[in-house]
């Protein structure tokens, strides 16, 4: 079986209506697939004006705003309508791909099991860290118990970075699991991209060192920690500024939590990679991401990173070399990690040099072809069982 014989029927929860690193991996991915001769179909919900416009055919799926405070600009996918699933059937896909454990991806979940169609789910954040943040952490287990019924379901999955994989097989989520990393765009993630003359702009000096935060701002990237770090700092009376490039409800929380930070609001494309070059250091105390899009940016951007010694950033940073890995939550030993490279140019230079040669290794194409391959493996083992199953019949 050839790329060119598949056909994907992918569902998102969010395929393009808010930017993230999820969608942009779903986007490249669908990007590969049909420049392969892929055939692919997207269901995800479909808004009056998304962030951008979608790789690929997107059909619209029912969906309601996420009943969570401060989230009302997700989606949540209700189910598959009559005129999604005449579409399906029309459609007749040999492989369902689900990105996340929502009503709609449960409803395919079934159709496909009807149809004898393989199903791979993509892990793409840890949705069980998820009610910490929202003061809910008792619903931790049974968050836990619904993806692993979820999964269990699935064929395979695949997860973006082996910490995140050893993390799913730990908790019995499934046993069958490969490897989709992340690549990185290097015509946008660059050292070359600094800019001094856009750090003037934002009132840093050329000496200033800028600590950078980058992603939507929202309580379970981890602000409250990095806020606390920056006060752990402040009492070190270790010199630096923030930079925080984003932009997301919790905004003006994060604006009071951080007298005196620079925010230079949401980038994309050239102006992004141009942001995030002209910081100094990346700190990012995230445990929710699988992979952390974001850490392997600023590793293209030639930045040292601190972060959380969690799934994601763990298969990325090497400790003491392009960065440090902390316990995470531990603010004070944040600090203490940061400081040097707040006092050190020469610590600071070469660990930022030693992450941006990492991060060529990350190739998008070489990357996706992971998960073709997946899909055709998993087609023919549902071909072979059918086979099996109709050689079996002949016998009896």
Known sequence: MEVSDLRIALFSGNYNYVRDGANQALNRLVEYL?????????????????????????????????????RGEYRLPTGLDEKALKDLEKFQPNIVHLSSPDPTAHRALRWAQDHDIPVLASVHTRFETYPRYYKAAFLEPLVVWLLKRFYHRCDALVAPSQSMIEELIATDMHDDIALWTRGVDRTIFSSEKRDMEWRRSLGLADDDVAIVFLGRLVMEKGLDVFA?????????????????????PARKWFEHALPGGIFAGFQTGPDLGRALASGDIFFNPSIT?????????????????????????????????????????????????????????????????????????????????????????????????RAEDLLAEGSA
């Not at 919900?45 to 951008?52: I, L, T």
């Not at 230079?349 to 998993?378: M, P």
């Open 34 to 70: 049909l420049r392969m001769g892929a055939s692919v179909r997207i269901y995800a919900p479909v808004v009056e004006n998304p962030a951008f416009e979608p790789t690929g055919d997107l059909v619209a799926v029912p969906n309601i705003r996420m009943p969570v405070k401060n």
């Open 289 to 385: 991401e699988t992979f952390g899009n974001v850490t392997l940016e600023a590793m293209a951007s030639g930045l040292p990173v601190v972060a959380a010694g969690a799934t994601g950033a763990s298969s990325l940073v090497d400790d003491w070399e392009t960065g440090r890995l902390v316990p995470p939550g531990d603010a004070k030993a944040f600090a203490e990690a940061i400081k040097p490279y707040c006092t050190n140019d020469d610590l600071r230079a070469r660990h930022g040099a030693a992450g941006e040669d990492k991060s060529r290794e990350y190739s998008w194409d070489a990357i996706n072809s992971v998960v073709a391959e997946t899909y055709i493996r998993l087609v023919e083992r549902r071909e072979q069982e």
């Open 228 to 248: 606390e770090t920056i006060v752990q700092l402040r009492k070190m009376q270790v010199p630096h500024k923030v930079l925080v490039i984003g932009d997301g």
